[in-house]
């Protein structure tokens, strides 16, 4: 199986700064490779899909890179509307498997 | 736009099974060639991909749930249902009921459904 790890767990940051995820596959996954946000009560939405490819209505301030084993998520300017939780997931292979998250805080 | 909603018994007992059903709205459930698909949540943790039916009877599923876990489709009903045998406290759980293309990008997803394995 495939894991991916995310760093960090947890993550406080200010309105307006540019913010970085990460995730690490264990082995190469190309490009396969997606984010979604999760907020309280709520099911996971899709942000960004083999890597850098934007969901439709999502702002364009998100956005992803990478491939083979090293991805990122980017917030160019974090809005009070981010604060969430993050999970990366790999769709190279079954089980398609996610990260443990990041969880995201409005200083 | 498509809609899933599941539906299901929200406590259980250690070693009973689980049936969970996902009724989905506003597509055309048979002909349509995607992935319906399980996810889980534990409470405060992270998702577990369960398996997913395409096109009725090709399944895939998680091999650690160890062949405990069936998923099916209904078109005639637009139902998805998910049955999961010998439950113990690990199985509880949010179940969530999505849709995927492929088969591992999940794009549009239920509400969820608590399920609590308790005696």
């Known amino acids: 199986d495939i894991q991916v790890t995310q760093s960090p767990s947890s993550l406080s940051a200010s309105v307006g700064d540019r913010v970085t995820l990460t995730c690490r596959a264990s082995q190469s996954i190309d490009h396969y490779l997606n984010w979604y946000q999760q907020k309280p009560g709520k099911a996971p939405d899709l942000l960004i899909f083999?890597?850098?490819d934007l969901e439709s209505g999502v702002p364009s301030r998100f956005s992803g890179s990478g491939s083979g084993t090293d991805f990122t998520l980017t917030i160019s300017s974090l809005q009070p509307e981010d604060s969430a939780i993050y999970f990366c997931q790999q769709s190279y292979s079954a089980p398609f498997n996610f990260g443990q998250g990041t969880k995201l805080e409005i200083e | 736009q498509v809609q899933l909603q599941e539906s299901g018994p929200r406590l259980v007992k250690p070693s009973e099974t689980v049936s969970l059903t996902c009724f989905v709205s506003g597509d055309s459930f048979f002909k349509s060639p995607y992935y319906w698909t399980w996810i889980r949540q534990v409470p405060g943790q992270g998702l577990e991909w369960i398996g997913s039916?395409?096109?009725?009877?090709?399944?895939a599923y998680n091999p650690s749930l160890k062949g405990r876990v069936s998923i099916s489709m209904d078109p005639s009903e637009s139902q998805l249902s998910l049955k999961l045998s010998s439950v113990t406290a690990a199985d509880t759980a949010m179940y969530y009921c999505?849709?995927?293309?492929?088969?591992?990008?999940?794009?549009?997803w239920g509400q969820g459904t608590l399920v609590t394995v308790s005696s």
């Open positions: 039916v395409y096109y009725r009877d090709s399944t």
């Open positions: 083999t890597a850098s």
């Open positions: 999505v849709r995927a293309q492929p088969e591992g990008l999940f794009h549009r």
